[in-house]
């Protein structure tokens, strides 16, 4: 079971959805996040429960970098919209750091989200837990 995490801009939710109806059979048995809004819209278009943080731009964004930053999350699905500026835009460039630092693979558009689905359903994660196993600590690095 992975923990696995939602996030879309508000042009970007119709899409999220659809990609969580498409892929609900994979998504399903591994512990779902997400920002406020995002959360909703995917639970009431899907059977998944998913645990919802507050919006993006109220904190939601930070919230599930908290659990990145504790190596806590395995998978993150940000249907970013670069084509609109974001009020919370250093939320954002922290929460894609923080990926980058603790190796979390995250897609910020539709067609990495597909790519990373598909090896999910192939069972290709599990190269997360010998990562975390070998992982030196904060005082080693």
């Known amino acids: 079971m992975l923990n696995i ?10 899409e999220m959805v659809n990609f969580v109806i498409a892929y609900e059979y994979v998504f ?16 009431d278009a899907t059977k998944l429960d998913i645990h919802r943080f ?3 731009p109220l904190g939601g964004d930070q919230q599930i970098g908290a ?5 806590e999350m395995d998978l993150i699905i940000f249907l970013r919209d670069p084509l609109m500026a974001q ?7 922290a929460l894609l ?14 067609a990495t989200a597909e790519l990373l689905v598909r090896a999910l359903e192939r069972g290709d994660f ?10 030196p600590g904060v005082d080693e690095a």
């Not at 009020?87 to 460039?93: A, K, N, T």
């Not at 599990?126 to 992982?135: G, I, M, S």
């Open 87 to 93: 009020p919370h835009e250093p939320d954002i460039i």
């Open 54 to 56: 507050q919006s993006g």
């Open 97 to 110: 750091r923080l990926c980058d630092v603790q190796g979390i693979p995250v897609a910020t558009n539709i």
């Open 5 to 14: 995490a939602f996030i879309s801009h508000d042009r970007k939710k119709d």
């Open 126 to 135: 599990a190269w997360r837990e010998l990562t975390d196993k070998y992982k």
């Open 28 to 43: 399903h048995g591994h512990k779902l996040y997400s920002t406020g809004t995002t959360g909703s819209r995917i639970m």
């Open 67 to 71: 659990l990145v930053a504790d190596n």
